[in-house]
């Protein structure tokens, strides 16, 4: 059965410090691969997505993902870190073939002063 | 551009009373709809998906019920809410299997 774990349940950083979140999919295939953030009381909105080609996607807010075949991972990225991406983080994956879009459990990242 | 409505925004109702959440699709047809809940401190778990008038897929079976009276119009609805119905529901919509969901606001439910 397809699935995406997200390891980090909660992840804090420092204003300014580098940022990776991770992101790992089961699959028989590269699936279309996304990233969404989600503000509190808020729906959530898409940060980028993968769906061929380069494997390093650039996304808004700053963010980029890099897919990686070979460690079924889709990790998060961005290079310094403001007190407004403090948010949760879902990592979802969907079947190139069809179907549902799949979740992973999230990643709220605390960012500190 | 397309734009996506939901509402109410925030609701409290009594255990045992009916429930309607309404979301409407602006700017695209014949779109995918979707439902979710998001429990505290949990994740996204999908409750119905539609893709097309009148196609509604039941992923979990529950208290709640979905339909897709218009094109553009997807609702989420219970004859009697349960304490375990509270929580965070979101409408969300893709055009195609191969696009991205994109998500309403949510509506925060609380039964009491």
């Known amino acids: 059965a397809q699935s995406v774990t997200q390891p980090d349940i909660h992840i804090t950083v420092s204003e300014g410090a580098s940022l990776e979140l991770r992101c790992n999919y089961s699959y028989g295939a590269t699936p279309y691969l996304f990233w969404y953030v989600q503000s509190p009381g808020q729906g959530l909105q898409l940060l980028l997505k993968?769906?061929?080609?380069?494997?390093l996607v650039q996304g808004i807010k700053g963010f980029e993902a890099e897919f990686k075949r070979s460690q079924s991972s889709f990790n998060l990225r961005k290079p310094s870190v403001h007190w407004s991406d403090a948010a949760e983080y879902f990592c979802?994956?969907?079947?190139?073939?069809?179907?549902?879009?799949?979740f992973g459990q999230g990643t709220e990242l605390s960012v500190k002063p | 551009s397309q734009t996506i409505h939901q509402w109410p925004a925030t609701l409290v109702q009594p255990v045992g009373s009916p429930l309607s959440l309404e979301c409407t699709v602006e700017?695209?047809?014949?779109?995918?709809l979707y439902w979710y809940r998001q429990a505290a401190g949990r994740g996204l778990q999908l409750l119905f998906y539609s893709v097309g008038i009148g196609q509604i897929s039941s992923e979990v079976p529950q208290n709640l019920s979905a339909s897709r009276p218009q094109d553009r119009q997807f609702i989420l609805s219970s004859k009697k809410l349960l304490l375990s119905d509270s929580g965070f529901y979101l409408c969300a919509w893709r055009r195609d299997y191969g696009s991205p969901l994109h998500f309403g606001n949510g509506t925060r439910l609380t039964v009491t």
């Open positions: 979802a994956v969907a079947p190139t073939q069809g179907g549902k879009l799949i």
């Open positions: 993968y769906f061929s080609g380069d494997t």
């Open positions: 700017g695209t047809s014949n779109p995918n």
